[in-house]
C-alpha cells in the first residue's frame, strides 16, 4: 500500500550537517504523521522527531537545537536537518508514518533504514 524510501545518509565529520530525506508512495489518502528514529547496534531504537498531521513537530532532548523536522504535504515528503552533529549521532536512521490508504485502511509503515556516519 505504501512505501518509504529514505535517502541522505552518509558520511560526515563533527560538526558537519547532513539533509535526509522520506518519500512516501503509494495509494495515500491522509498521512497521520511521520518522524525519524534511529538506532545503534545493542541499543534500543529511539525516537528522534516527529511531525503532527497539524504540522506540530516534537524532538528527543538529545537533539533538541541541532535537528529540524520538516514535512511537504503535497509531494508526502518528510526531512531531517542534521546540524552540529556529533560521534553519537551516528546510527541507522529510519523514517516512520501512520498512513490511511485511499481504501480507508490505517497502518503504520517504516523505511529501511540510511546510515549516518560522523566520524572525524
Known amino acids: 500500500q505504501v512505501q518509504l524510501v529514505e535517502s541522505g545518509g552518509g558520511l560526515v565529520q563533527p560538526g558537519g550537517s547532513l539533509r535526509l530525506s522520506c518519500a512516501a508512495s503509494g495509494s495515500i489518502r491522509s498521512i497521520n504523521g511521520m518522524g525519524w528514529h534511529r538506532q545503534v547496534p545493542g541499543k534500543q531504537r529511539e525516537l528522534v522527531a516527529i511531525?503532527?498531521?497539524?504540522?506540530?513537530?516534537s524532538y528527543a532532548d538529545s537533539v533538541k537545537g541541532r535537528f529540524t523536522i520538516s514535512r511537504d504535504s503535497a509531494k508526502n515528503m518528510v526531512y531531517l536537518q542534521m546540524d552540529s552533529l556529533k560521534p553519537e549521532d551516528t546510527a541507522v536512521y529510519y523514517c516512520?508514518?501512520?498512513?490511511?490508504?485511499?481504501?480507508?485502511?490505517?497502518?503504520?509503515?517504516w523505511g529501511k533504514g540510511t546510515l549516518v556516519t560522523v566520524s572525524s
Open positions: 516512520a508514518g501512520g498512513f490511511t490508504s485511499v481504501q480507508g485502511i490505517f497502518k503504520n509503515y
Open positions: 511531525i503532527t498531521s497539524a504540522g506540530v513537530t
